[in-house]
């Protein structure tokens, strides 16, 4: 039996201490949150939200096996928000701008109802016209046939979940609509957990339901802020473990209303997403550092679109080869491009290597060090960097970059301090 099957199925009921408990955990973790982005400018605010709706649209395509690539979707998402787009450009797919749109919507414009035609607008945008031949559903309307969800071989099939004859879709999204806008209930991330829950189960479309259910949720939760800037990304900690997703779900649907289990998953992923926005805020903050440091050394448009795609992690070793790889240029542009930075003090060669010449960027000052008891410390199975500035104490988790740059002497832990720190001082 599913859970749509039963008698007044959207009376959901969860056990409050529990999720009181983990609650307060996402709620102390926003206010942290919100406490480093006071460090940033509205400019640096804007290049933060830019690099995690990136992170949610790349991710939410990616947990339905739709791969995207992230600098596309990069591009459009910083023309949008007018942001100066870093990196090499590149080409914008109707499929990228559709699911942008959606986002963006959702995000942006949270103080609007949510309707049945704002509804086939996005699933409108999520199938773009020039590629309708290619999708067998109907678009941008409920969907008029049944629905299941099947794994397996032919003949061995195993159905995960089935949901609501198609005649019950506009009755029961109506009901959900008029949930979903009533502000007597306030957007929380707890009405955010329901409405993607509750989404699902109905299964409103042929196609792109996971993707509008978590468009909702990001919609709920920037009601919830109060702010259009996204420093997070939900769907990004959803892909990171998303068989215990699609395993929750599938339990919680076949289960009796109690949606408790669901709730504290959902909860717990949305702590993990929060937390891990400390890493793109970080990013964003040594970016600023790193160019009000060198602020006086000249640079090309390509020495500084190269370098701003090491500095926003590129999974890479900074090389001459790679250089001319992503600038698409000639191997003796790139070392002279290079060549020029290290002159400069931007870039400074690994020390020991002889062949194939690693860089890193300099983070490091020439005055005197402003940080004191500088050390390690590992927690679970992270490394963390922490140190003490004037009477209080910080602590960022290191790159796994970082901390094989590290291991392997390339980078000095005095270099590292100044990369994750120095914001402190110069901001």
């Not at 080409?91 to 414009?109: F, K, Q, R, Y």
């Not at 060198?294 to 890479?316: F, M, T, V, W």
Request: proline share 2%; net charge negative.
């Amino acid at each position: 039996m599913f859970i749509h099957q039963a008698d007044n199925w959207t009376n959901f009921v969860w056990d409050k201490d529990k999720v009181s408990d983990k609650l307060m955990q996402v709620m102390q973790a926003l206010g942290y949150m919100h406490g480093r982005l006071s460090m940033l400018g509205f400019e640096e605010q804007l290049k933060a939200t830019a690099e995690s709706i990136t992170a949610e649209i790349v991710s939410t395509s990616q947990i339905e096996g739709i791969t995207l690539k992230t600098n596309s979707v990069r591009s459009s998402v910083a023309r949008r928000l007018g942001v100066p787009a870093e990196g090499v450009a590149e080409s914008i797919s109707h499929d990228v701008e559709g699911i942008v749109s959606v986002e963006l919507d959702a995000t942006h414009n949270y103080k609007q109802p949510l309707t049945h035609e704002r509804l086939f607008q996005w699933h409108n945008d999520l199938f773009p016209l020039d590629r309708r031949k290619h999708y067998q559903i109907d678009i941008g309307q409920y969907r008029t046939h049944g629905m299941q969800v099947v794994s397996g071989n032919m003949g061995r099939e195993r159905v995960h979940y089935q949901a609501p004859e198609a005649q019950r879709v506009p009755q029961e999204m109506e009901l959900f609509l008029q949930w979903y806008n009533d502000d007597t209930i306030a957007a929380s991330p707890l009405k955010a957990a329901i409405a993607h829950f509750w989404f699902v189960c109905i299964h409103p479309f042929d196609d792109g339901n996971g993707r509008l259910a978590r468009a909702l949720s990001d919609s709920l939760l920037a009601r919830f802020e109060g702010s259009q800037l996204r420093y997070y990304s939900m769907s990004h900690q959803i892909l990171a473990d998303r068989d215990t997703y699609y395993r929750e779900l599938e339990r919680a649907q076949r289960g009796n209303g109690d949606i408790t289990d669901w709730i504290l998953w959902f909860l717990s992923a949305l702590l993990k997403a929060v937390q891990s926005s400390d890493s793109v805020i970080g990013n964003v903050l040594q970016k600023t550092y790193f160019w009000q440091l060198h602020a006086e050394a000249p640079c090309s448009k390509r020495q500084k679109d190269i370098l701003n795609i090491y500095l926003s992690g590129y999974d890479g070793k900074l090389t001459a080869k790679n250089w001319a790889k992503l600038a698409e240029v000639s191997l003796d542009t790139a070392n002279r491009d290079i060549s020029d930075l290290v002159q400069k003090g931007l870039l400074r060669a690994v020390q020991g290597k002889v062949r194939n010449v690693a860089y890193l960027p300099c983070f490091e000052a020439n005055d005197g060090i402003p940080f004191e008891d500088i050390q390690l410390i590992e927690e679970d199975n992270h490394t963390f960097i922490s140190m003490m500035y004037q009477g209080k104490a910080y602590r960022e988790q290191l790159t796994e970059g970082d901390l094989q740059s590290l291991q392997q002497e390339e980078r000095t832990l005095r270099d590292l301090v100044y990369k994750y720190f120095a914001y402190l001082v110069v901001i």
